[in-house]
């Protein structure tokens, strides 16, 4: 078998979860890939059968170390599945040049799906280390502001739209 055959390719489906606070503070990340970039939590589905809640449940998870609904472990953030909102909202971009080699040869547009979620603002986060440099909350103008993707600053700009109050 070669390995072209034997590599993993990235499925070009993903989620992009915007955490915020009720007060309409925005975590985010910067990637330890790229310094100087910052972002929501994002990540691709694991597999075509993995739902994008799940997918992003899980992202959320490890990326930040913030629980989704699971019962609190020992020195573990945990919030309610209620927090998290689908937004129903999908974006189509052109994937960066530098990251296309983690896709299947051809393959060149992402369908990102957006989620948010609310958390309190004491909640712990533990950055996974080779993903993320550091964490920064921001007012959601200043987060957007931010964002090196336009589909990450879009989403944010639409916060206070999305938030039930």
């Given at each position: ?19 915020h606070t009720a007060q309409l503070e925005v975590l985010l990340l910067e990637r330890a ?51 998290l909102r689908d937004w129903q909202l999908s974006n189509v971009y052109e994937i960066y ?69």
């Amino acid at each position: 078998m070669s390995d072209e055959t034997q590599k993993t390719y990235k499925i070009p489906e993903s989620v992009l979860v915007v955490i915020h606070t009720a007060q309409l503070e925005v975590l985010l990340l910067e990637r330890a890939d790229r310094p100087g970039f910052w972002q929501s939590v994002t990540g691709s589905r694991d597999t075509p059968e993995e739902s994008l809640s799940a997918t992003a449940v899980r992202e959320v998870e490890e990326e930040t170390g913030i629980r989704i609904g699971a019962a609190q472990t020992q020195g573990q953030a945990t919030v309610p599945p209620s927090a998290l909102r689908d937004w129903q909202l999908s974006n189509v971009y052109e994937i960066y040049p530098v990251w296309r080699h983690r896709y299947a040869p051809g393959v060149t547009r992402n369908t990102e799906h957006v989620f948010g979620l609310q958390v309190p603002r004491d909640i712990v986060v533990q950055l996974a280390p080779r993903e993320h440099l550091q964490s920064a909350w921001l007012p959601w103008r200043e987060a957007a502001d931010r964002c090196f993707s336009a589909s990450n600053a879009e989403a944010i700009l639409q916060l206070p739209t999305r938030i039930s109050r």
